[in-house]
């Protein structure tokens, strides 16, 4: 489906403008209001089309196409919907059927989706994600400014080559460090440590500094990821969780530890029977800032483990399925990926 500019002379404008295609997934973005509560809705409702007809003047920024890859709360979003995603952006570039792809998507997972297109998309062209943290039918609903902002850096020549970027709230993430850190608020997404790359402005487009240094990873075969699963550490902690995730045959274990890190001493002995079963071990933390390195209070090297640097549980799980999927399991080799950049 192709969004035509309203009239003749505004097609006229579309021709010098860049090709951007939107691809929908779901969201509170695409939310309607639902009568349960006064507040309540339902994400993934409104088409990507209709989004992209709520917006005005966004046909002035771009020559827009609007695809609908599914329409799901993102809570729901699956490594289906991403080799979906993965093989429309790579035929869509491809065939120079567009400058830019925009991904309109709920907030609840978008860094997840982020960062595994940031890791196996090896374009110069930029992809954006943007959702919204009210539905369309919310008093000052916040997605048709960061629709129109999404398009607007899509459409930004100094966009190029930063691999996947999030926009939301005025403000330009990278995939690498982006994380929703608030339930509610507009303002909920941060890039921990390192903060945003940019910003929009009712001016221009504006990127603090250079892009990242990005790991490009190959596209897992098959269109399957191995099983990895994270587990939260507490206090008081035993190791049923990791002994039953070995008997159920998961390929690697993520560990959202405790401070650096960390987890209790019967947690750590599991971890050891898990390295004995083959699994690898990727300590990561719960806390939010800073960098998980190795052999701090935790030897690592003794355990076999890896250290997780600066990404969180759920993104080391997703960086350690797809190393797992091309056949990197040798700690030093899948440590080694962990750490690229620094
Ligand atoms: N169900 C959540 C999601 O689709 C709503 C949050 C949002 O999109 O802002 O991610």
Sequence with gaps: MTVQPASAGEGQAAAGLPRVLVLATG????????PRSAIGYDAGSATGQQLVEAVPGVDRLA?????????????????????????????AFARHEADAVVITHGTDTMEETAFFLDTVLHHEQPVILTGSMRPGSAISADGPANLYEAVKV???????GRGVLVVLNDTIHAAHWVSKADSTALQTFVSRNAGPVGIVDPAAVRFYGPARVRLALPLPAGEQLPAVD????????????IDESVRAGVKGLVIAGMGDGNVSAPAMQALDRAVKAGLVIVRSSHVGDGFV????????DAHHFVAS?????????????ILLAGGVQDVAAVQQA?????
């Design 27 to 34: 969201g509170t973005i695409a939310g309607k209001a639902d």
């Design 63 to 91: 020559h827009l196409q609007v695809e609908q890859i599914s329409n799901i709360p993102s809570q729901d979003m699956n490594h289906k919907v991403w080799f979906r995603l993965v093989e429309r952006i790579n035929t």
């Design 154 to 160: 899509a459409a930004s020549p100094q966009a190029r």
């Design 230 to 241: 994270v587990i939260y550490a507490h206090a008081d902690m035993d190791g049923r969780q």
């Design 293 to 300: 390195n190795r052999n701090v209070e935790v030897d690592d």
């Design 309 to 321: 640097y600066d990404l969180n549980p759920q993104k080391a799980r997703l960086l350690l399925q």
């Design 338 to 342: 962990f750490a690229f950049g620094y």
